[in-house]
């Protein structure tokens, strides 16, 4: 039907499988006018972690730009029934007032003592009514958005909405795809002519990383660390764990990485040049010693990393393709095989989507 908006696209494990997934999200002012100064880029990193934590969601990276934001996302299987009431209650402490907890807690106390179906029942419903709401990409991003456009409305006198249209998503693999997509979101500041270096803007995961915040570390030694985020493979609980890394080394492994994807380029292709570290600079950084880099990744364009709705390897993408069910994918691709957009020009990266290699 006309005007109905097409589903999102989750990945096809959800529910399914003990896995969890990791998407890169984009969301832009309304107009795409330039509204968020450091006040306001200040407020929507402290509701980003205040969400991120109720929501059992983890931000691997991020950055908040003056009109857009980009979140790499990463979302666990639902862990419903290994959430204590205790656990529940130390979540609701990050958003809702200490009366407000209070009488939640002597709630839970008293109904999970109950030994009739009704009252068993209403204890179940009254966890459901907070649990609901995490480990899902999609509620994360809406009570985010709507609380920052609650307190910039407020701030700035204004009504309406703050952001334009649906917010963009795309389904990242595991390792390298994540690699490059966390280089892309960290270099923006870069590209956009506000920064020379990542690690002096204030408002990207590699700056809070740099500055000392253990949220802002942890994801980048996840995007490294390239292990299955699950229970059983020391991914979503062991990267957790800040001491069992040298930080020095990841910090300096994922610096020469963003430094190799964001070296300056002619712009061949579109006429104009785009912004990034001179070849000097790069030189300056490069002390391999064998780590695995990114050098060799073809600087991708941005719409891979926005509209191409998954990015991994070739087998990566085939499998999301095959496992898709209902409407997603569009009438010519029904049918065919799951046969793949696009492959980026000189990678080892694939989108669902092909896209045009001038697009911007």
């Known amino acids: 039907m006309l005007g109905m908006a097409k589903a999102r696209l989750l990945a096809p494990w959800t529910g399914v499988e003990d896995r969890s997934a990791i998407y890169h999200v984009v969301s832009r002012v309304v107009g795409r006018e330039f509204l968020l100064g450091r006040a306001e880029k200040e407020q929507f990193v402290k509701y980003m972690r205040l969400y991120e934590a109720f929501c059992g969601v983890r931000v691997l990276t991020y950055c908040i730009m003056s009109n857009h934001f980009n979140i790499l996302l990463e979302v666990p299987p639902a862990s419903e029934r290994e959430l204590s009431d205790a656990a529940l209650l130390e979540k609701l402490e990050g958003l809702y007032s200490s009366q407000h907890v209070e009488l939640v807690r002597e709630q839970l106390a008293v109904l999970s003592r109950s030994r009739t179906p ?7 419903n009254l966890r459901k009514t ?9 509620l994360f991003m809406k009570t985010l958005k709507q609380r920052f456009t609650s307190w910039y409305n407020k701030k700035h006198g204004r009504r ?3 952001w334009e249209a649906r917010y963009k998503s795309v389904l990242v693999e595991n390792g390298l795809a994540a690699r490059t997509m966390a280089a892309y979101i960290d270099l923006n500041p870069v590209r956009a002519g506000m920064v020379k270096d990542p690690k002096d803007y204030r408002w990207c995961g590699y700056g809070e990383a740099i500055a000392g915040n253990t949220l802002a570390r942890n994801g980048v030694l996840r995007v490294i660390s390239e292990l299955e985020s699950d229970l059983s493979n020391d991914g979503w609980s062991g990267a957790r764990d800040i001491t069992r890394y040298d930080w020095r080394s990841v910090a300096g492994r994922y610096r020469l990485i963003l430094f190799d994807d964001g070296v300056e380029s002619s712009g061949e292709l579109s006429g104009h040049k785009r912004r990034g570290f001179t070849s000097a600079a790069v030189k300056r950084e490069e ?13 991708c364009k941005t719409r891979y990393f926005i509209d ?3 990015l991994g390897s070739k087998q990566f993408v085939e499998d999301v393709v095959t496992s898709l069910k209902g409407s997603y994918l569009p009438t010519n691709r029904k049918g065919n095989g799951g046969r793949l957009g696009g492959r980026m020009k000189s990678s080892n990266l694939w989108s669902l989507r092909k896209l045009a290699e001038n697009g911007v």
């Open 118 to 124: 009704e009252g068993r029942e209403a204890y179940q």
């Open 130 to 138: 907070y649990t609901s709401r995490m480990w899902d990409m999609g």
């Open 160 to 162: 309406g909405t703050l």
């Open 287 to 299: 002390k391999r010693s064998g780590q695995l880099s990114v050098a060799e990744i073809a600087r």
């Open 308 to 310: 191409g709705a998954v």
